[in-house]
């Protein structure tokens, strides 16, 4: 069962409860008829609401994976420090950085 499902019984069972309590017919009908249309505003509102914010975010990180020149003038931006540490490296550092161990190590032995 969905986690939903114990928080969505127990809401049930507080609004029948608070049905039960009602004075007469007429406050009856007004608190049925507002749990109704409290129902279906979840439904069809807030429900799609939730859809279309899951979707956002999962095309806003899209977006963000994709986007190489975001990523360059975050970095230029920080001066390639961000908030771990990242820093921009580009295939010429990285050859330097081989060049410059590799003697290192042969000179140790």
Known sequence: ?????????????????GTLAASDFTDFCEGYFIELLFGIAERLVISSIVENTYK????????????????????????????????????????GEAEEEAPAAEEDP
């Open 56 to 95: 956002a975010i999962a095309a806003a990180g899209k977006w963000v994976r994709t986007r190489s020149w975001f990523w360059r003038g975050f970095l230029r931006l920080t001066f390639g420090f961000g908030s771990r540490g990242l820093i921009m490296v580009t295939e010429e550092d990285e050859e």
């Open 1 to 17: 069962l969905p986690p939903s499902v114990p928080l969505s019984t127990a809401c049930s069972v507080v609004l029948f409860v």
